[in-house]
T-cell receptor, first 116, second 116 residues
Framework: NAGVTQTPKFQVLKTGQSMTLQCAQD?????MYWYRQDPGMGLRLIYY???????DKGEVPNGYNVSRLNKREFSLRLESAAPSQTSVYFC???????????????FGEGSWLTVV | AQTVTQSQPEMSVQEAETVTLSCTYD???????LFWYKQPPSRQMILVIR??????QNATENRFSVNFQKAAKSFSLKISDSQLGDTAMYFC?????????????FGKGTHLIIQP
Protein backbone atom coordinates (compact mmCIF):
# COMPACT_ATOMS: atom_id res chain seq x y z
CA ASN A 1 0.00 0.00 0.00
CA ALA A 2 2.29 2.80 -1.23
CA GLY A 3 -0.43 5.45 -1.59
CA VAL A 4 1.31 8.80 -2.17
CA THR A 5 5.09 8.73 -2.38
CA GLN A 6 7.31 11.80 -2.26
CA THR A 7 11.02 12.22 -2.87
CA PRO A 8 13.31 13.40 -1.47
CA LYS A 9 12.35 13.21 2.22
CA PHE A 10 14.97 15.76 3.24
CA GLN A 11 16.90 18.39 1.27
CA VAL A 12 19.14 21.34 2.09
CA LEU A 13 19.52 23.98 -0.60
CA LYS A 14 21.53 27.13 -0.92
CA THR A 15 19.74 30.35 -1.80
CA GLY A 16 19.34 30.57 -5.56
CA GLN A 17 19.62 26.84 -6.25
CA SER A 18 16.86 24.97 -7.98
CA MET A 19 15.31 21.63 -7.22
CA THR A 20 12.32 19.46 -8.01
CA LEU A 21 10.17 17.53 -5.56
CA GLN A 22 8.73 14.39 -7.07
CA CYS A 23 5.38 12.86 -6.20
CA ALA A 24 3.62 9.73 -7.39
CA GLN A 25 0.35 8.08 -6.40
CA ASP A 26 -0.83 4.57 -7.12
CA UNK A 27 -4.54 4.99 -6.31
CA UNK A 28 -5.57 5.96 -9.85
CA UNK A 29 -6.65 9.36 -8.55
CA UNK A 30 -7.45 12.14 -10.97
CA UNK A 31 -6.47 15.08 -8.78
CA MET A 32 -3.18 15.92 -7.14
CA TYR A 33 -2.01 18.74 -4.89
CA TRP A 34 1.06 20.34 -3.40
CA TYR A 35 0.83 21.92 0.07
CA ARG A 36 3.36 23.55 2.33
CA GLN A 37 3.32 23.55 6.12
CA ASP A 38 5.09 26.20 8.17
CA PRO A 39 5.51 26.26 11.98
CA GLY A 40 2.29 27.14 13.77
CA MET A 41 0.33 26.95 10.55
CA GLY A 42 -1.93 24.47 8.92
CA LEU A 43 -1.25 23.36 5.38
CA ARG A 44 -1.56 25.87 2.56
CA LEU A 45 -2.21 24.95 -1.04
CA ILE A 46 0.54 25.85 -3.52
CA TYR A 47 -0.74 24.31 -6.76
CA TYR A 48 -3.19 21.65 -7.76
CA UNK A 49 -3.96 19.53 -10.78
CA UNK A 50 -7.65 18.75 -11.13
CA UNK A 51 -6.95 16.16 -13.80
CA UNK A 52 -4.16 14.98 -16.06
CA UNK A 53 -3.09 17.81 -18.34
CA UNK A 54 -4.28 20.67 -16.13
CA UNK A 55 -2.63 22.67 -13.35
CA ASP A 56 -3.84 25.69 -11.40
CA LYS A 57 -2.59 28.03 -8.71
CA GLY A 58 -3.57 27.66 -5.09
CA GLU A 59 -3.19 30.08 -2.21
CA VAL A 60 0.63 30.49 -2.24
CA PRO A 61 1.99 29.79 -5.77
CA ASN A 62 4.72 32.43 -6.02
CA GLY A 63 8.20 30.99 -6.49
CA TYR A 64 6.97 27.56 -7.60
CA ASN A 65 6.15 25.73 -10.80
CA VAL A 66 4.48 22.37 -11.27
CA SER A 67 4.21 19.68 -13.89
CA ARG A 68 1.58 16.97 -14.14
CA LEU A 69 3.73 14.46 -15.94
CA ASN A 70 1.01 11.82 -16.26
CA LYS A 71 -1.92 10.62 -14.19
CA ARG A 72 0.38 9.20 -11.50
CA GLU A 73 3.02 11.92 -11.16
CA PHE A 74 2.96 15.57 -10.11
CA SER A 75 6.21 17.45 -9.53
CA LEU A 76 6.94 20.74 -7.78
CA ARG A 77 9.89 22.86 -8.86
CA LEU A 78 11.67 25.66 -7.06
CA GLU A 79 13.54 27.60 -9.74
CA SER A 80 15.55 29.89 -7.42
CA ALA A 81 15.15 28.82 -3.82
CA ALA A 82 14.76 31.44 -1.10
CA PRO A 83 14.95 31.09 2.70
CA SER A 84 11.21 31.87 2.85
CA GLN A 85 10.63 28.56 1.07
CA THR A 86 12.04 26.60 4.01
CA SER A 87 9.09 24.40 4.88
CA VAL A 88 7.65 20.92 4.92
CA TYR A 89 6.03 20.07 1.59
CA PHE A 90 3.20 17.62 1.20
CA CYS A 91 1.93 16.05 -1.95
CA UNK A 92 -1.62 14.76 -1.90
CA UNK A 93 -4.18 13.17 -4.18
CA UNK A 94 -7.91 12.56 -4.39
CA UNK A 95 -10.31 10.82 -6.71
CA UNK A 96 -11.65 14.13 -8.01
CA UNK A 97 -10.84 17.78 -7.37
CA UNK A 98 -14.08 18.86 -5.85
CA UNK A 99 -15.80 17.93 -2.66
CA UNK A 100 -18.19 15.01 -2.83
CA UNK A 101 -19.39 11.95 -0.96
CA UNK A 102 -16.43 9.76 -0.24
CA UNK A 103 -13.93 12.11 -1.85
CA UNK A 104 -11.01 12.34 0.52
CA UNK A 105 -7.55 13.82 0.11
CA UNK A 106 -4.68 11.45 0.94
CA PHE A 107 -1.27 12.79 1.83
CA GLY A 108 2.31 11.71 1.32
CA GLU A 109 4.76 11.63 4.22
CA GLY A 110 6.17 15.09 3.55
CA SER A 111 9.48 16.49 2.33
CA TRP A 112 11.56 18.64 4.64
CA LEU A 113 13.24 21.44 2.71
CA THR A 114 15.72 23.89 4.22
CA VAL A 115 17.06 26.83 2.23
CA VAL A 116 20.17 28.45 3.70
CA ALA B 1 -12.90 32.30 0.75
CA GLN B 2 -13.61 30.17 3.74
CA THR B 3 -11.65 30.29 7.00
CA VAL B 4 -11.13 27.66 9.67
CA THR B 5 -10.34 28.56 13.27
CA GLN B 6 -9.01 26.29 15.98
CA SER B 7 -8.93 28.28 19.19
CA GLN B 8 -6.97 25.81 21.33
CA PRO B 9 -3.26 25.81 20.40
CA GLU B 10 -2.51 23.08 22.94
CA MET B 11 -4.41 20.71 25.20
CA SER B 12 -3.26 18.14 27.70
CA VAL B 13 -5.31 15.36 29.31
CA GLN B 14 -4.70 12.17 31.23
CA GLU B 15 -4.81 8.82 29.52
CA ALA B 16 -8.33 7.32 29.38
CA GLU B 17 -10.02 10.72 29.71
CA THR B 18 -12.32 12.20 27.10
CA VAL B 19 -11.19 15.32 25.29
CA THR B 20 -12.93 17.67 22.88
CA LEU B 21 -11.12 19.76 20.29
CA SER B 22 -12.88 22.83 18.93
CA CYS B 23 -13.18 24.04 15.37
CA THR B 24 -15.25 26.82 13.83
CA TYR B 25 -15.41 27.84 10.21
CA ASP B 26 -16.82 30.57 8.07
CA UNK B 27 -18.40 29.96 4.70
CA UNK B 28 -21.27 31.16 2.57
CA UNK B 29 -21.77 27.70 1.08
CA UNK B 30 -24.67 25.53 2.15
CA UNK B 31 -23.08 22.25 1.18
CA UNK B 32 -19.49 21.40 2.06
CA UNK B 33 -17.26 18.82 3.69
CA LEU B 34 -15.39 18.87 6.96
CA PHE B 35 -12.45 16.78 8.09
CA TRP B 36 -10.25 16.14 11.06
CA TYR B 37 -6.66 15.12 10.30
CA LYS B 38 -4.14 13.81 12.80
CA GLN B 39 -0.44 14.60 12.42
CA PRO B 40 1.79 12.59 14.78
CA PRO B 41 5.47 13.45 15.25
CA SER B 42 6.25 11.52 12.07
CA ARG B 43 4.46 14.37 10.21
CA GLN B 44 2.22 11.97 8.30
CA MET B 45 -1.25 13.46 7.73
CA ILE B 46 -3.82 10.85 8.72
CA LEU B 47 -7.53 11.26 8.11
CA VAL B 48 -9.44 10.75 11.35
CA ILE B 49 -13.02 11.50 10.40
CA ARG B 50 -15.11 13.35 7.81
CA UNK B 51 -18.55 14.91 7.79
CA UNK B 52 -20.79 15.95 4.92
CA UNK B 53 -22.70 19.14 5.74
CA UNK B 54 -25.94 17.80 4.24
CA UNK B 55 -25.94 14.94 6.76
CA UNK B 56 -27.54 15.75 10.09
CA GLN B 57 -26.13 12.68 11.79
CA ASN B 58 -22.77 13.21 13.44
CA ALA B 59 -19.96 11.04 12.09
CA THR B 60 -18.26 8.50 14.35
CA GLU B 61 -15.18 6.32 13.90
CA ASN B 62 -14.52 4.06 16.87
CA ARG B 63 -13.32 6.34 19.71
CA PHE B 64 -13.60 9.46 17.56
CA SER B 65 -16.82 11.37 17.05
CA VAL B 66 -17.81 14.84 15.97
CA ASN B 67 -20.37 17.35 17.14
CA PHE B 68 -21.44 19.14 13.97
CA GLN B 69 -23.53 22.26 14.54
CA LYS B 70 -24.25 23.67 11.08
CA ALA B 71 -26.07 26.80 12.20
CA ALA B 72 -23.24 27.69 14.56
CA LYS B 73 -20.61 26.65 11.98
CA SER B 74 -18.95 24.48 14.58
CA PHE B 75 -17.26 21.11 14.10
CA SER B 76 -15.69 19.72 17.27
CA LEU B 77 -13.86 16.42 17.64
CA LYS B 78 -14.38 14.22 20.69
CA ILE B 79 -11.85 11.55 21.55
CA SER B 80 -13.09 9.03 24.09
CA ASP B 81 -10.86 6.81 26.24
CA SER B 82 -7.79 8.71 25.07
CA GLN B 83 -4.59 6.76 24.49
CA LEU B 84 -0.92 7.72 24.47
CA GLY B 85 -0.89 7.16 20.70
CA ASP B 86 -3.43 9.94 20.30
CA THR B 87 -0.72 12.47 21.09
CA ALA B 88 -0.41 14.54 17.91
CA MET B 89 -1.35 17.74 16.14
CA TYR B 90 -4.97 17.74 15.05
CA PHE B 91 -6.11 19.83 12.12
CA CYS B 92 -9.64 20.73 11.21
CA UNK B 93 -10.16 21.20 7.47
CA UNK B 94 -12.90 22.40 5.15
CA UNK B 95 -13.60 21.62 1.51
CA UNK B 96 -16.31 23.26 -0.56
CA UNK B 97 -18.13 21.37 -3.29
CA UNK B 98 -16.31 23.29 -5.99
CA UNK B 99 -12.86 22.28 -4.75
CA UNK B 100 -10.50 24.17 -6.97
CA UNK B 101 -8.06 26.78 -5.71
CA UNK B 102 -9.36 26.45 -2.18
CA UNK B 103 -8.72 22.73 -2.05
CA UNK B 104 -8.69 21.85 1.62
CA UNK B 105 -8.58 24.88 3.93
CA PHE B 106 -6.88 24.03 7.21
CA GLY B 107 -6.99 25.52 10.69
CA LYS B 108 -3.72 26.15 12.48
CA GLY B 109 -4.01 23.02 14.55
CA THR B 110 -4.32 21.89 18.16
CA HIS B 111 -1.42 20.10 19.80
CA LEU B 112 -2.96 17.34 21.91
CA ILE B 113 -0.83 15.71 24.59
CA ILE B 114 -2.00 12.57 26.35
CA GLN B 115 -0.29 12.18 29.71
CA PRO B 116 0.30 8.70 31.18
Amino acid sequence: NAGVTQTPKFQVLKTGQSMTLQCAQDMNHNSMYWYRQDPGMGLRLIYYSASEGTTDKGEVPNGYNVSRLNKREFSLRLESAAPSQTSVYFCASSEVWRGGPGNTIYFGEGSWLTVV
Amino acid sequence: AQTVTQSQPEMSVQEAETVTLSCTYDTSESNYYLFWYKQPPSRQMILVIRQEAYKQQNATENRFSVNFQKAAKSFSLKISDSQLGDTAMYFCAFMNPGGGADGLTFGKGTHLIIQP
